[in-house]
């Protein structure tokens, strides 16, 4: 069944609306979120994992509503990675994570067995004996994520996950993710536009505690379809101009000059061609429509 998110809306005390009137369906399997800091992506995670109770609207997890008489039975079903995480500094690897085994009920031999199995997953196997402060960021993150795993949630909740880590660790991390999400439920909170092309056909995006969208992949792609335009040109004066009318996807230096997409709903006063639309030229074209 998954997530049903009903006319939800969350006001703090200074009268700011984080989340206004959101309507969302997120169902099993991964499914990404995009949006610009303050876009309301924080306080959304922070009332599906509980902290934080809305100001008017349901939520409901497989068909158990969000109230305070709920929340017990709903955290047991929930694993959640925060965008900063800082556990227990003073305590090895694998300290930390039998510590928070014990903490989440789980039988002492089923969470050594499972912290065994995701330090190899997650390339940890040889600092398992490192204190937490010793760590660097990326470490720390996979850590966390591994936290999040040990009860092996219904729900799982990753906000930026592979912030921090080299390239093939980002792979690495993804395709577990992946593996798990098998029969449950993510929600893959990222900056990191191609980590959701990898792994995900379904998202949201979030632009001042709204959803401008929520769907399949592709969907969005044929958004944006045949408003991509690449140009090249070796004139750096004509480059600043075009920079000031249109919206720029990318741009680089090549042996032929500057070459740059232009994302445009009219094709421009050019010498340019169509190109096909990426998730990054489809995301920035949506957010950047006026609504």
């Known amino acids: 069944m998954g997530i049903m998110i009903e006319d939800l809306t969350v006001t703090f005390k200074n009268k700011v609306t984080a989340v206004g009137h959101a309507n969302l369906e997120i169902p099993k399997g991964i499914f990404g979120l995009l949006g610009e800091n303050g876009a309301g992506k924080t306080t959304l995670m922070?009332?599906?994992?509980?902290?934080?109770?809305?100001?008017?609207?349901?939520?409901?997890?497989?068909?158990?509503?969000?109230?305070?008489?709920?929340?017990?039975k709903i955290q047991r079903k929930i694993g959640y990675l925060p965008q900063e995480i800082d556990l227990y500094p003073s305590l090895t690897v694998q300290e930390c994570l039998e510590y928070m085994g014990d903490l989440s009920g789980i039988s002492k031999?089923?969470?050594k067995?499972?912290?065994?199995?995701?330090?190899?997953?997650?390339?940890?196997?040889?600092?398992?004996k490192k204190k937490m402060k010793q760590l660097s960021g990326g470490m720390k993150r996979r850590v966390g994520l591994i936290q999040a795993l040990l009860n092996e949630p219904e729900f799982l909740?990753?906000?930026?996950?592979?912030?921090?880590?080299?390239?093939?660790?980002?792979?690495?991390?993804?395709?577990?993710?992946v593996d798990f999400s098998e029969g449950r439920t993510i929600l893959f909170s990222t900056h990191v536009v191609e980590d959701l092309a990898a792994t995900c056909n379904q998202l949201a995006i979030m632009?001042?505690?709204?959803?401008?969208?929520?769907?399949?992949?592709?969907?969005?792609?044929?958004?944006?379809?045949?408003?991509?335009?690449?140009?090249v040109t070796d004139d750096s004066a004509q480059v600043k101009e075009?920079?000031?009318?249109?919206?720029?996807?990318?741009?680089?230096h090549t042996e032929n000059?500057?070459?740059?997409?232009?994302?445009?709903?009219?094709?421009?006063?050019?010498?340019?061609?169509?190109?096909?639309?990426?998730?990054?030229?489809?995301?920035?074209?949506?957010?950047?429509?006026?609504?």
Request: with cysteine; hydrophobic share 30%.
């Open 46 to 72: 922070r009332v599906l994992t509980t902290v934080l109770s809305p100001s008017s609207g349901t939520v409901t997890l497989d068909g158990i509503l969000y109230s305070e008489g709920n929340y017990e």
């Open 109 to 111: 031999q089923i969470y």
């Open 113 to 128: 067995e499972r912290i065994q199995y995701y330090l190899e997953k997650t390339s940890l196997t040889e600092h398992r």
């Open 157 to 177: 909740i990753v906000d930026e996950p592979t912030t921090g880590l080299d390239p093939e660790e980002r792979i690495r991390i993804r395709n577990l993710l």
């Open 207 to 231: 632009k001042k505690g709204c959803f401008l969208y929520a769907g399949n992949i592709q969907e969005l792609l044929e958004y944006a379809k045949g408003n991509v335009w690449d140009f």
């Open 242 to 252: 075009l920079e000031k009318k249109y919206l720029i996807s990318a741009k680089q």
């Open 257 to 291: 000059g500057i070459q740059m997409r232009i994302l445009s709903k009219e094709k421009p006063n050019l010498d340019c061609r169509p190109d096909k639309a990426t998730l990054e030229d489809a995301y920035i074209y949506l957010t950047n429509q006026s609504w």
